[in-house]
């Protein structure tokens, strides 16, 4: 069974902060791994995609990769309010669905 | 940009009403998926297409079948609904290969079966 597993959450920080999500995946052989950014209601859109291990930068956003301890995390620096959402993280291999976690819901604090 | 568009944002029907959920994706994606999220379970992954005229089965298709007759369009059907079926569904697409294989959501049919 694969899995992603992420702290459910809520983590609070304020604003100004940096927030720090991570993830952990059972499938060794995952190849693409993203983060999805979910208001309340609302669908989740895709917001960070890394493929190699090491940091992707995207404006207030890094995405840190680890394939040998099968980790991936999402840093936001300076947390706006706006930010306050789930996050979903989600792992593929190949041409097969991707598998999501279940999400950490983010608040941030004024 | 992507846009995966469904039928509906809000629907109400009844136990054992068949129920028709529609989706469109207008960026000719090979690869089209319905998931389901409910509180404190994710989101679920009911079934997906890779192409047209074929489906996979998800984690969770009991209950559920669907149609894709054009490569566009890909639609989930309730064959009778019943009470634990409401939920928000999600309909996704997306291009095997390319960047990743990432996927795109539409806004989500929130259903309620009474």
């Known amino acids: 069974q694969k899995e992603v597993e992420q702290n459910s959450g809520p983590l609070s920080v304020p604003e100004g902060a940096i927030a720090s999500l991570n993830c952990t995946y059972s499938d060794r052989v995952s190849q693409s791994f993203f983060w999805y950014r979910q208001y309340s209601g609302k669908s989740p859109e895709l917001i960070m995609s890394?493929?190699?291990?090491g940091d992707k930068e995207d404006g207030r956003f890094t995405a840190q990769l680890n394939k040998a301890s099968q980790y991936v995390s999402l840093l936001i620096r300076d947390s706006q309010p706006s930010d306050s959402a789930t996050y979903l993280c989600?792992?593929?291999?190949?041409?097969?669905?991707?598998?999501f976690g279940k999400g950490t819901r983010l608040s941030v604090i004024a | 940009d992507v846009k995966v568009t469904q039928s509906s944002r809000y629907l109400v029907k009844r136990t054992g009403e068949k129920v028709f959920l529609e989706c469109v994706q207008d960026?000719?994606?090979?690869?089209m998926f319905w998931y389901r999220q409910d509180p404190g379970l994710g989101l679920r992954l009911i079934y997906f297409?890779?192409?047209?005229?074929?489906?996979e089965k998800g984690d969770i298709p009991e209950g559920y079948s669907v149609s894709r007759e054009k490569k566009e369009r890909f639609s989930l059907i309730l064959e009778s609904a019943s009470t634990n079926q409401t939920s928000m569904y999600l309909c996704?697409?997306?291009?095997?290969?390319?960047?990743?294989?990432?996927?795109?959501f539409g806004p989500g049919t929130r259903l309620t079966v009474l």
């Open positions: 996704a697409s997306s291009v095997p290969g390319q960047a990743g294989n990432e996927q795109f």
């Open positions: 297409s890779y192409d047209v005229k074929m489906k």
């Open positions: 890394i493929y190699s291990n």
């Open positions: 960026m000719d994606h090979e690869n």
């Open positions: 989600a792992v593929i291999r190949g041409n097969t669905p991707l598998v």
